[in-house]
C-alpha cells in the first residue's frame, strides 16, 4: 500500500518523501485565477492560502523535489463544478501542471476530466471524493471516463469498500485514514468553507430542535448536536490500515493541505511504521492495538465514532 | 410549464384535486428511505388515481444501495412517461448497462450548484467569482453532451439558489427542472438518526427513524441561516415568487423538506 501525502512546499516535498510518502498531492492557485475568482471559486475544494501553491515557479519546485525523492506529485483540481467563466483559466491551469511535471490529476468534474483526457489522452486521472464514487456502476462510470484510481468517500463502511472493490476489478481505490474527518458526505455538501476563523458550518454551533417530541427525534438531536464546536482535525482510521491492505486499497491518504509540516510528517511516519508490521505478518486483532496504541499516544482523544473514519471498529467498551 | 409535487412517503400524498401534473416520490439521499415494492405500487396507484405522471427520485448509493435501486426501477412499469430521477452517475451507468431503455433524469445531486448559506455573502468577491458561484455542472457542454449522447438523458435539475441561478444555452432536445423552496444542502452518511447511543450503526438494518419528523438548526453564530435536517440530509428554505429562469419547463414544489 502507497502513503499518499498532502504537501505544500518544496522543503516539505522533499521531507515527506525522505520519510516514505510515495505519492504527494498538492493544490495550486495562480494568482490570474485569484484575481477573477478569488478562494469563493478555487480550482479545489480548499478556501484558504494555506492549502495553495501560490504560482507556476513554486508548483515546479514542489514537483522537482517530489521526483527527486521517488514521489510523485498529483495534482488537486477538484472543484466539483467548473461554471463556464472559469474554463479558460482552468485549462492554462491544467497546461501549467504539466508542464512543471504534474504525474496526475485529482480531479471530481465530469467536464475537466473529458477536457483533459481530450487534450491530453495519455494524462493520468485520479477520481476526487468529492465524486462520491461508491458503487461499481459509478468506478465503470469514471473508467470510461479515463479514471484510473478513485478516492473512496470518507463515510463508507469496512463492508461497502469491501462490496464496491469486489464488484469493481480492474479499479483502484484510494481511502483517508488520517486527520479532517466530515461530519456530512463530501462529495453530496455544498457548505462553503470559507469563515476566517475555520469554523465552518458542519461543525459551528446550532440550537436543535425536533419537530416532533419523541424519543428518535432527541436522540438523533443529540447525535447532531455531537460535532458543535468540535475540531475534527484529530480524525483517524489507522487501525483499519490491515483490512484496507487486505481488500487491496492502493494509497493510505492523509488529509490537511496547509496544515504544520510536523503533523504531515508524524502521519507519514505513522503509516510507515504501521505498513511495515503489515508486512511483517502482524494478525488483524494484534494490528488493531497497536494503531490505536500509536493513535491515542499522539492525538488529543480516545477514540470517538466522530473522530474515526471507521466507527464499526472501536471496541464497545470506548464508544 | 409542467409542475410536479415531491414527496417522500405515502403520508404525504398531495389531497386529490390539487393542480400538479407529476408526482415525485422517493429519495434523493437515503437508499433506506426508498420506498419498498408495495409502497411504490401504492405510490404509483395513488399517481394514477390523482392523474399524475410519476417520477421515482433516487438517492447517491453505496454498493448495497445500488443493488437496492436497481431491483425497485426493475419493479416500474414499462412507460416512457415513468421516469428515475438519477442522483448517482453509477445508477445511471449501471441501468443502462443492464439495457434497461426507461426515461432517466439526472437529478439535483448531479448537477453540483454551491448551495451552502456562505454563498450568498458575496462580500467583496469579484464578479467573475459571483457569476461562477451561479453556476452548476451544466456550464461543461461536454458532461451535457456525454449523459445525453451516452446515456439517453434528457432532463437535468437545478436548485433555486439563493444568490441566483445561471441556466446555460444548452442542446436542442435538453430540458431544465427546477426545485422550491428547499434547497439540499448537505448530506451525511453518518446518520444522526441511525446513532444507537455508541456509534452510528451503518450496518444497513436501518428501521426509518426519521420518519418521524425533522430537526430545525438555528446557528448559534449570529447572521447564518436556519437549516432543516430532514433524514439524512440539510435543506436551506428559500422561497421565491420570482419567474422561473429561462431554459426552465418544470417546476419541482416541495410542501415540506423530502423526507
Known amino acids: ?319 | 410549464m409542467e409542475r410536479a409535487v415531491f414527496v417522500a412517503g405515502l403520508d404525504r400524498l398531495p389531497p386529490p384535486g390539487q393542480r400538479y401534473d407529476r408526482l415525485y416520490f422517493g429519495s434523493e439521499f437515503c437508499a433506506w428511505r426508498l420506498p419498498d415494492e408495495r409502497e411504490l405500487r401504492e405510490a404509483l396507484a395513488a399517481a394514477a388515481d390523482r392523474g399524475l405522471r410519476f417520477s421515482l427520485v433516487t438517492p447517491f448509493l453505496d454498493e448495497p444501495g445500488l443493488t437496492r435501486a436497481l431491483a425497485l426501477v426493475g419493479a416500474l412499469p414499462q412507460d416512457p412517461a415513468t421516469e428515475v430521477v438519477a442522483n448517482d452517475l453509477g445508477l445511471i451507468e449501471a441501468l443502462r448497462e443492464a439495457g434497461w431503455g426507461g426515461t432517466l433524469v439526472a437529478g439535483r445531486l448531479l448537477t453540483r450548484q454551491r448551495r451552502g448559506p456562505g454563498f450568498q455573502s458575496f462580500g467583496d468577491v469579484p464578479p467573475a467569482a459571483a457569476a461562477a458561484l451561479r453556476g452548476s455542472a451544466l456550464d461543461s457542454p461536454a458532461f451535457v453532451e456525454l449523459l445525453g449522447a451516452r446515456y439517453g438523458v434528457k432532463r437535468f435539475e437545478l436548485d433555486d439558489l439563493v444568490q441566483g441561478v445561471v441556466v446555460p444555452d444548452l442542446p436542442a432536445g435538453v430540458s431544465l427542472s427546477l426545485y422550491r423552496p428547499y434547497l439540499l444542502v448537505t448530506a451525511t452518511r453518518n446518520c444522526p438518526w441511525i446513532f444507537d447511543g455508541q456509534t452510528w450503526d451503518r450496518s444497513g438494518n436501518c428501521g426509518r427513524p426519521c420518519r418521524v419528523g425533522s430537526l430545525s438548526l438555528t446557528p448559534v453564530q449570529a447572521g447564518d441561516r436556519e437549516l432543516i435536517m430532514g433524514g439524512c440530509a440539510q435543506f436551506l428554505e428559500h422561497r421565491s415568487d420570482d419567474p422561473a429562469p429561462a431554459g426552465i419547463n418544470r417546476m419541482i414544489w416541495q410542501p415540506g423538506v423530502p423526507a
Not at chain 1, 492554462?92 to 511535471?101: H, I, N, P, S, Y
Not at chain 1, 465530469?110 to 486521472?125: D, H, K, N, S, Y
Not at chain 1, 478513485?150 to 469496512?158: F, N, Q, W
Request: charged share 20%; proline share 6%; aromatic share 8%.
Open chain 1, 1 to 319: 500500500m502507497r502513503i499518499l501525502c498532502p504537501v505544500d512546499s518544496a522543503a516539505e516535498a522533499t521531507a515527506l518523501a525522505g520519510l516514505g510518502a510515495n505519492e504527494l498531492y498538492g493544490g495550486y492557485l495562480p494568482g490570474s485565477w485569484a484575481e477573477r475568482f478569488s478562494l469563493a471559486a478555487p480550482p479545489n475544494r480548499r478556501t484558504f492560502a494555506e492549502a495553495q501553491i501560490g504560482d507556476a515557479a513554486a508548483l515546479r519546485r514542489v514537483v522537482a523535489a517530489a521526483h527527486a525523492g521517488g514521489a510523485e506529485f498529483f495534482l488537486t483540481v477538484n472543484s466539483p463544478l467548473f461554471a463556464r467563466e472559469q474554463q479558460q483559466e482552468l485549462l492554462a491551469l491544467a497546461v501549467e501542471a504539466r508542464d512543471a511535471g504534474t504525474d496526475a490529476f485529482i480531479a471530481a468534474d465530469p467536464g475537466f476530466i473529458l477536457a483533459v483526457r481530450e487534450r491530453w489522452p495519455g494524462a493520468r486521472i485520479h477520481l476526487s471524493t468529492l465524486a462520491d464514487a461508491a458503487n461499481h456502476g459509478a468506478a465503470a462510470f469514471w473508467r470510461r471516463l479515463g479514471v484510473e484510481r478513485i478516492t473512496l468517500p470518507r463515510h463508507l463502511s469496512l463492508g461497502a469498500i469491501a462490496a464496491l472493490v469486489a464488484a469493481s476489478p480492474g479499479m483502484r481505490f484510494d481511502a483517508f485514514v488520517l486527520y479532517g474527518q466530515c461530519p456530512n458526505d463530501e462529495g453530496q455538501c455544498t457548505f462553503s468553507h470559507d469563515h476566517p476563523a475555520r469554523t465552518w458550518p458542519c461543525v459551528q454551533r446550532y440550537r436543535i430542535e425536533p419537530s416532533a417530541v419523541c424519543g428518535p427525534a432527541r436522540r438523533a438531536a443529540a447525535a447532531l448536536d455531537g460535532w458543535g464546536g468540535l475540531s475534527r482535525a484529530d480524525a483517524c482510521g489507522l487501525c483499519a490500515l490491515w483490512d484496507l491492505a487486505r481488500l487491496g486499497i492502493d494509497a493510505a491518504k492523509i488529509v490537511g493541505r496547509g496544515t504544520p509540516t510536523e503533523r504531515k510528517t508524524w502521519a507519514v511516519g505513522a503509516i510507515a511504521d504501521l505498513l511495515a508490521l503489515i508486512a511483517g505478518g502482524i494478525g488483524r486483532d494484534a494490528f488493531r492495538d497497536r494503531a490505536r496504541a500509536l493513535s491515542r499516544a499522539r492525538l488529543s482523544h480516545r477514540c470517538s465514532p466522530y473522530l474515526c473514519y471507521f466507527p464499526e471498529l472501536i471496541p464497545p467498551r470506548e464508544a
